[in-house]
Nanobody, 125 residues
Framework: QLQASGGGLVQTGGSLRLSCAGSRRTFNQHALGWFRQAPGKDREFVAAISRNGCNTHYAESVKGRFTISRDNARTTVALQMNSLESEDTAVYYC????????????????????WGQGTQVTVSS
């Protein structure tokens, strides 16, 4: 249901833009999020956005560097990542779940039912 793309290899300080395409049938009813998992670590929250796109939330480690956005007409969610650091190296996952209210943001992984396949981001120093 979710297809992520845009990962790759980038040098420290560089930028990448991840994108995730969702189902046309349900996308507008879902809150969306990005998570990441580095080798040997648990999956962690990165960013989330509400159904209507008006509310966002970020992990402290990415605040000011990453931006989440959504295009409900094109049923895509993006994660613009700037000033990348080696600690950002991980597999990044997009996730979605039905949200009853248009303003809800969901930060817990267990709050998401649907997950993309993951895309690798590697930041080299």
């Amino acid at each position: 249901q979710l297809q992520a793309s845009g990962g790759g290899l980038v040098q420290t300080g560089g930028s990448l833009r991840l994108s995730c395409a969702g189902s046309r049938r349900t996308f507008n009813q879902h809150a969306l999020g990005w998570f990441r998992q580095a080798p040997g670590k648990d999956r962690e929250f990165v960013a989330a956005i509400s159904r209507n796109g008006c509310n966002t939330h970020y992990a402290e480690s990415v605040k000011g560097r990453f931006t989440i956005s959504r295009d409900n007409a094109r049923t895509t969610v993006a994660l613009q990542m700037n000033s990348l650091e080696s600690e950002d190296t991980a597999v990044y996952y997009c996730a979605s779940n039905y949200a009853r209210l248009p303003t809800i943001v969901q930060v817990a992984p267990n709050g998401y039912q649907y997950w993309g396949q993951g895309t690798q981001v590697t930041v080299s120093s």
